[in-house]
């Protein structure tokens, strides 16, 4: 007769399970801020939107929530390919918290879901490490996530991860791009790299085009290839809070464009109201070694590095003219972030044309 079947024969073991979710907690409790509150064993995380806690009170009038929900994308296969799990975390936190800061928003709360074939406590912990100090660099509380076992959707040693972002952001301070107008500057904050953009094209160009292993050391990048391709995601949080803290009353920001998939042609114009066009002008920023380095290698067109990758520039932002050169020496002395004039508003379409 044979045994009973249970859930371990099915692929999945709760033992090993509890040995996973044992480990989260210091992980998420890092993150907290005074605003989050404990629900001991509860089905959900708790945040206070408005909490008169002495210095950190806050007293919003009209707020408006913003959230965000993105992945990692390909950049997974490489953290496998290598065993290096600590920094694709960033990056999922990047992509959705830099996305809601693009409608003015202070980051409050994330969530992840993290999907593999088979409980692994080790791996997880790595990867919810590198969420835990995204949220941290973010400045916003990891509260809660779900880890799913699915043993007939991936293969062994894989995963895939989704990240949820919560902000908030009043009414008033909203942006929508609605007060960009012919004029404004368009400052563009530095990119760490790749981010996590553009990876089916950058492996197909590095791996299989060039032949290259992920240990290869490239002297033009000054490092080994899976260092460069796993470079986490910039996360722009406190780069744009010093600028709000310095300029505390005019509305000297007026739009925002999180530069991802569609890169510097297709991002900009979403911002953009009827009537008004983007003039960026090239060399007016550095462009990291790694795009040109792949560019070379894979002999692509130009059109397509600038629709596929981010090409130095991670985040957009239009300002008023007579401060944008006060905001990009603040970016770049007070928070550490390179930053450069790249271009400004012209009349025209909603689309980028280049100088």
């Given at each position: ?155 062994p040693g894989e995963y895939d991860l989704a ?193």
């Amino acid at each position: 007769m044979s045994e009973p079947l249970n859930y371990r024969s099915a692929g999945v073991d709760l033992t090993t399970y509890d040995e996973t979710m044992a480990r989260l907690p210091p992980l998420m409790r890092r993150t907290f801020t005074p605003r989050v509150m404990e629900w001991k064993d509860g089905f959900a995380g708790l945040f206070r939107l408005d909490a008169r806690i002495g210095l950190l009170s806050r007293t919003y009038r009209d707020p408006v929530l913003v959230a965000s929900t993105d992945g990692v994308g390909t950049k997974l296969k490489l953290a496998v390919a290598t065993g290096r799990h600590d920094t694709v975390g960033i990056d999922l936190v990047a992509m959705s918290v830099n996305d809601c800061l693009c409608a003015g928003a202070e980051p409050l709360i994330f969530l992840d879901y993290v999907a593999m074939s088979k409980d692994d406590p080790e791996l997880t912990t790595q990867v919810v490490k590198g969420i835990s100090d995204g949220c941290i660099e973010a400045e916003c509380a990891l509260i809660g996530g779900e880890t799913a076992i699915l043993p007939e959707f991936y293969q062994p040693g894989e995963y895939d991860l989704a990240g949820f972002c919560l902000g908030v952001v009043e009414r008033r301070y909203l942006l929508k791009g609605e007060e960009i107008r012919v004029g404004d500057k368009v400052i563009g904050l530095a990119s760490s790299g790749l981010h996590s953009n553009g990876y089916s094209l950058a492996r197909k160009i590095v791996l299989d085009h060039a032949g290259l292993k992920l240990d290869d050391r490239v002297e033009e990048l000054g490092r080994t290839v899976a260092d460069e391709l796993l470079q986490p995601t910039r996360i722009y949080t406190r780069a744009l809070k010093e600028v709000y803290r310095h300029y505390r009353v005019k509305r000297i920001i007026h739009g925002i464009a999180h530069i991802t998939g569609g890169g510097l042609i297709d991002n900009p114009p979403r911002i953009l109201p009827e009537g008004c066009g983007m003039r960026l002008k090239r060399g007016s920023w550095t462009v990291p070694p790694i795009f040109p380095w792949l560019q070379r290698l894979g002999g692509v067109a130009d059109d397509e590095m600038f629709r596929v990758f981010n090409m130095g520039i991670g985040m957009v932002v239009v300002a008023a003219d007579y401060y944008a050169e006060s905001i990009v020496r603040h970016l770049e002395q007070k928070a550490g972030i390179p930053a450069w004039i790249i271009g400004e508003v012209v009349p025209g379409a909603r689309e980028v044309e280049w100088a």
